[in-house]
């Protein structure tokens, strides 16, 4: 950062420019951003994180407060099920304990969560799901107790009712207020009953009656969702949605829908696809078409109102197909809803956070106690403001604009990513680093070779080492030195590069990419019929963990990946480098400039790098672009060839068929 001004065409401006007013309401930042909802009959949603948080509406529209019944953490309890029968009673349940580990707890309420009262049902476990009517009815489902806890009279008191099957867990529950149950399990166990639960029929699942190929076979058969709906049963099971009337149960799919929300008060039905929710009639036809962006895999419905929440937001659809979003505000300011999120550390190791146009600062590690550190001449999204160095902040605004703030001299600098990265490329190089890694949880190390301009302009062979932990590997095959003239040319032509989209042409795929492609594909299909598949780190070749994949399909995709346009292929190219691991390798380049700035292009994986090393991030004084550039690649064959192994590119041409197949389901 000391040459940040240096280097950089700036934007000096007045802190006036900059001035905003701050939303006098908090936003209630939540431990854990995955919730269950619960509406009230008079349109009221509620809220309950995994780590017991809840927000119940206030009386002041769109203001929610915090009423959590204990102060618990991620690593306490963990809370799954909340069920309000009005604006006062209600109760939350998951896997909970008090005193002595014994999993039996519940919260109940009376004042809307003002105060609640510690509860235990009849029988110990994970309480896996509840489901409610508005008249005073709830069934809770205790995992490893075969009992669903019953209770009429508003969460006071429970009775046992039998399970069909004791050693089956009932993850998916569904009772409405003629006595109806509907439960499934997460090893492909149906039962339905007329007569709340004294007795129980078995029904066949879908997979049971070959209603899908299970080409995924590695998933458990698992029931994800149950419903009765009018003379219908709905199921989703291993993600796919189907439909059988009672009376004779022949399952059949529901083509195009990825999800429901069923409704037992009202009995309604709501079918979900990527952005749309389709309300459906007694013949589950659509009745009522609603467009939403967002996340939709966490939902609820009563008293006309559907509700979303995406972890960050809450989006409710009213009956007559108004949108509204909008984040959980409040106007208390305890500690407990006073949480900022973090923007960095400070060198001592004190957190810095952010909230509403303030910075504050963690003392003692303690999450409850954030001290105030200053107001800021702007505000900030979530996840759009992160310090950079000992005393900087950076903004990342609409488009690529970024501001960067000193707190000691309160100095306001605004440029874009766009003329921080041509400012850069309008310097010397002095140094190019070539670099690979590998950290965790208990290793760390990294390789390189550093090769440093002479007078000549030639980037001579510097040196070449490794830090961190003894390791098996290195980097090996260098050249002695690298052409100035390469480098020169890649580092004044890296700006344009960074807008120019990969090409199949570009990408030079060969025949033999082509059918190596349809031969891992082939094998893949050979591996499930003989029921041998398994995603491990080592696995190689074509997988896809999905059912009902139709193989004439993915054989024939390779050919339409030839006809792809650079825009198409640039979308298609997302999320190559996934990580699922604690463990990040990494390959990296770092152009060093005179003036001592670095300019980081790096790919970072879990196991195995796809063969482009695509995406590419470009680092450079504190923010980072994605890229998928080609001209890395060419600067790398130009330079090091040997930097990154050739073995062909028939993985990218399968990650392009899994695209190509899912985007047309």
């Known amino acids: 950062m000391k040459s940040l001004f240096l280097t950089m065409s700036l934007i000096t401006i007045s802190l006036s420019v900059m001035l905003g007013q701050p939303d006098p309401r908090n936003v209630i930042m939540f431990n854990s951003y995955s919730a269950s909802l619960s509406i009230t009959p008079d349109r009221r949603v509620c809220l309950l994180t995994k780590a017991g948080e809840v927000a119940i509406p206030a009386e002041k529209a769109n203001t929610w407060n915090l009423v959590s019944p204990k102060d618990y953490t991620l690593s306490g309890p963990i809370f799954e099920n909340i069920n309000f029968f009005n604006r006062d009673t209600g109760f939350v349940s998951g896997f909970i304990y008090e005193g002595k580990q014994v999993y039996d707890v519940y ?22 799901k509840a489901v409610h009517l508005d008249n005073g009815e709830a ?24 399970t069909p099957e004791p050693k089956q867990r009932f993850t998916s529950l569904f009772f409405n207020k003629s006595g109806e149950g509907f439960i499934g399990s997460l090893w492909d166990y149906l039962s339905y009953t007329n007569d709340n639960g004294q007795t129980w029929r078995n029904v066949p699942t879908p997979l049971d009656q070959r209603a899908y190929e299970k080409t995924d076979i590695n998933a458990r058969p698992e029931i994800d969702r149950t419903a009765i709906f009018k003379d219908y049963l709905i199921v989703k099971q291993n993600g796919l949605l189907f439909f059988t009337r009672k009376d004779s149960i022949r399952w059949r799919p529901l083509l195009g829908y990825r999800d429901f929300i069923a409704d037992n008060n009202t009995n309604a039905l709501f079918l979900i696809d990527k952005k749309t929710v389709f309300k459906v009639d007694d013949d589950l036809q659509p009745i009522a078409t609603y467009p939403i962006d967002g996340d939709l895999s966490t939902g609820s419905f009563n008293a006309g109102l559907l509700a979303f929440w995406d972890g960050r937001q809450l989006a409710t659809i009213d009956e007559k197909g108004v949108v509204s979003k909008t984040p959980l505000y409040t106007d208390e300011v305890s500690e407990k809803v006073i949480k900022p999120w973090s923007v960095g550390y400070w060198e001592n190791g004190e957190e810095i956070g952010y909230l509403n146009g303030k910075l504050y600062v963690k003392k003692n590690f303690d999450d409850k106690n954030w001290e105030y550190l200053t107001t800021l001449p702007f505000k900030a999204g979530q996840d759009s403001l992160w310090m950079i160095g000992k005393d900087s902040l950076l903004l990342k605004g609409r488009l690529d604009t970024l501001t960067y703030y000193d707190l000691k001299t309160k100095r306001l600098t605004v440029t874009t990513e766009a003329n921080s990265i041509r400012t850069f490329c309008q310097q010397k190089i002095s140094k190019v680093v070539f670099e690979t890694g590998s950290q965790g949880c208990f290793h760390y190390y990294k390789d390189y070779v550093i090769y440093k301009r002479n007078d000549e302009g030639v980037f001579e062979f510097e ?6 932990m003894d390791h098996k590997g290195g980097l090996y095959g260098y050249p002695d030195e690298i ?16 807008n120019e989209l990969p090409s199949i042409k570009a990408m030079t795929f060969t025949p033999a990419d082509y059918e190596k492609a349809r031969k891992d594909i082939r094998e893949f299909q050979q591996r ?11 696995e190689k070749g074509f997988w896809m963990n999905e059912n009902n994949l139709d193989f004439n399909r993915l054989l024939s995709l390779p050919d339409s990946v030839a006809r792809l346009d650079s ?5 298609l190219l997302d999320n190559m480098s996934p990580n699922f691991s604690t463990t990040t ?12 700035e670095v300019l980081t292009i790096r790919n970072s994986y879990d196991c195995k790098p796809n063969s482009f090393l695509f995406p590419w991030v470009v680092s450079l004084n504190g923010f980072r672009i994605t890229r998928n550039s080609i001209a890395v690649n060419r600067f790398i064959g130009e330079t090091y060839p040997r930097f990154v192994a050739d073995e062909g590119h028939a993985d990218i041409i399968e990650h392009l068929v899994q695209k190509l197949y899912k985007k047309a389901d």
């Open 528 to 538: 499930i019929k003989q029921n041998k598949t398994s995603r491990g780190i080592e």
């Open 567 to 571: 825009m198409r292929v640039d979308k």
């Open 483 to 498: 052409s100035g003239g390469k480098v020169e040319s890649f580092v004044q032509g890296f700006p344009a590069a960074l």
């Open 139 to 162: 069934w809770v489902v205790i995992a490893g107790s075969g009992h669903i806890d019953y209770s009429n009279d508003y969460g006071v008191s429970w009775q046992r009712i039998n």
């Open 463 to 468: 040196k070449n080492g490794t830090k961190g």
């Open 585 to 596: 390798n990494w390959t990296a380049i770092n152009l060093i400039s005179e003036q001592g």
């Open 107 to 128: 919260y109940r309420t009376t004042d809307g969560g003002k105060k609640w009262e510690m509860r235990r049902f009849p029988d110990a476990g994970w309480a896996d």
